[in-house]
């Protein structure tokens, strides 16, 4: 069977697969069908495990990432279509009727959860009609591997997430100012600065937005796209990628959050794509009052064989003014060669 026929047989067959998960019953999404869609995690596996057989054969990974990208892409939109039917119940707290211009009334918003200051999202969405700002003040990364030193800083690394409908939002994603310098042994330090690169992502809830009596978990997914500013830090290449978040509240004082996500990112070596696959867990926790903590895993794989694998624990605090303001302090210690060897940040999430 030639590489051609089989990627796109496994494309197509994960597509049809998560239709058919994902529109079971009489026409609507139903619950235990929205469950299995977590078998996509290692569904995706099957092409990733292609991605990296073909990776030496640039136009076979190029179609690869392509039918990757196409069939995440529908995974996006028969997603958000259940979760719009799902969540509509009718009931008296049925908020499907609200969106951008019809916010949801204050006394029905959920409890605000934001995608920092951990690795891993929030698989909950901004309620229709808000806007949430998650920002940290400052960041600072040490590396220092084969000779080469890196110190890097960050300012105002920005999500402005608005609620466009009960189950969607988009976000912008941007650093308002990077600044990296970098002392190789025996030639002069090298410094970049300026303005990142934009990202815009769609998270859709698929489940679990607004948790009833009994549910526990919550899912969502999230397409992206990079686009680039033309700044020093840019490298002016148009990126991509796919992420599934997975919530579960364990009891009432802790929960789990899983992430996978598929990444499409330009190599200058190569001069063309390599994928990576991220993943995550994370442990949360209140700790006492309103100071809550967390300890996370992350682990980055790359199709690219010349990348080795990196592996991240993550840690922090954050501590809740109002149900609208939250403070947070973290930091990212690598545990592997390849990863950043420190990472610490402090920063905020608000809601208006």
């Given amino acids: 069977m ?23 019953g009489k026409g609507t999404c139903q619950r235990r069908g929205c469950l299995s869609i977590v078998r996509t995690y ?32 529908g995974v996006a939109v028969v997603g958000g279509w259940c979760g719009s039917v799902s969540a509509g119940d009718g009931g008296a707290n049925d908020k499907s009727g609200y969106h ?94 300026g303005f990142g690169d934009l990202q815009i992502r769609l998270k859709i809830n698929l489940w679990g937005n607004d948790a009833r009596e009994g549910e526990s978990t919550a899912f969502g997914v ?28 364990v009891a009432e004082n802790w929960g789990l959050g899983f992430q996978a996500e598929i990444d499409f990112d330009f190599d200058p070596i190569d001069n063309g794509y390599d ?31 010349e990348r080795d694998y990196q592996a991240i624990f993550s840690g922090g605090l954050t501590y809740a003014v109002s149900e609208d303001v939250v403070f947070d302090v973290g930091t990212q210690i690598g545990l592997t060669e390849a990863a950043d060897d420190v990472t610490v940040f402090a920063g905020v999430t608000t809601r208006y």
């Fill in 2 to 24: 030639s590489w051609r026929f089989r990627l796109v047989a496994e494309a197509l067959g994960l597509s049809l697969s998560i239709a058919v998960k994902f529109t079971s």
């Fill in 42 to 73: 290692f569904e995706y596996s099957k092409l990733y495990e292609l991605g990296i057989e073909v990776s030496t054969d640039r136009n076979l990974k190029r179609q690869w990432m392509g039918r990757l990208a196409v069939t995440a892409v």
């Fill in 222 to 249: 999230m397409p992206f796209i990079k686009v680039p500013t033309g700044t020093q830090m840019s490298n002016d290449k148009v990126e991509g990628g796919f992420i599934w978040i997975l919530g579960w509240d």
């Fill in 100 to 193: 951008l211009f019809n916010p949801t009334p204050r006394e029905l918003m959920r409890p605000m959860s934001a995608d920092r200051p951990d690795a891993t999202e929030s698989p909950i969405t901004v309620d229709a009609g808000y806007v949430q700002v998650e920002l940290s003040f400052v960041s600072f990364t040490h590396d220092d591997v084969n000779g080469v030193k890196t110190d890097a800083w960050t300012v105002f690394d920005t999500n402005v997430k608005v609620g466009l409908l009960h189950n969607v939002d988009v976000q912008f994603v941007f650093s308002a100012y990077n600044e990296q310098e970098t002392d190789t042994s025996g030639l002069p330090t090298t410094m970049v600065n």
């Fill in 275 to 305: 994928t990576s696959f991220l993943h995550t867990v994370v442990l949360g926790f209140d700790v006492v009052g309103p100071v809550g903590a967390y300890v996370e895993y992350v682990g980055v794989a790359s199709a690219d064989h």
